[in-house]
């Protein structure tokens, strides 16, 4: 192969491995917030789904509109780090693909157009 396509290859299979890295770091996003007072405690994964939730027996004790309150206010704040959790994740993977997709010596020498090169349409 010659150096341009080694180098494409290369570039490309970086690119390949940073996207595969960042899909698992973020399927790994789980975080759990316990309300204050024990009562509740909410699991979710990094798009923000409920994956477990604990009630403790204090809860029986709640009226409706409480224990319905607990229960969103806690998950909501495990969602908050879980997105920023995201967040910090996609930003540093943006910084990094970003360096990844820069064309490099490759784009600046396979974009030149000699002079002499008998295919140029000019």
Avoid at 1 to 22: C, F, I, K, N, P
Avoid at 56 to 69: P, Q
Avoid at 78 to 105: Q, W, Y
């Amino acid at each position: 192969m010659s150096w341009a396509m080694d180098e494409l290859e290369a570039r490309a299979r970086r690119q390949l491995d940073s996207l595969d890295t960042v899909n698992e770091r973020l399927a790994a996003i789980v975080e759990t917030e316990t309300s204050p007072d024990g009562e509740v405690t909410a699991t979710v994964d990094g798009v923000g789904a409920l994956v477990d939730l604990k009630l403790s027996e204090r809860v029986s004790k709640l009226s409706g509109s409480d224990f319905a309150s607990l229960v969103v206010s806690t998950a909501h704040a495990a969602c908050h780090r879980a997105f920023a959790r995201r967040a910090k994740i996609l930003e540093e993977f943006n910084t990094e693909f970003t360096d990844l997709v820069s064309p490099g010596e490759y784009a600046e020498n396979a974009g030149s157009d000699d002079e002499g090169d008998t295919n140029s349409v000019k």
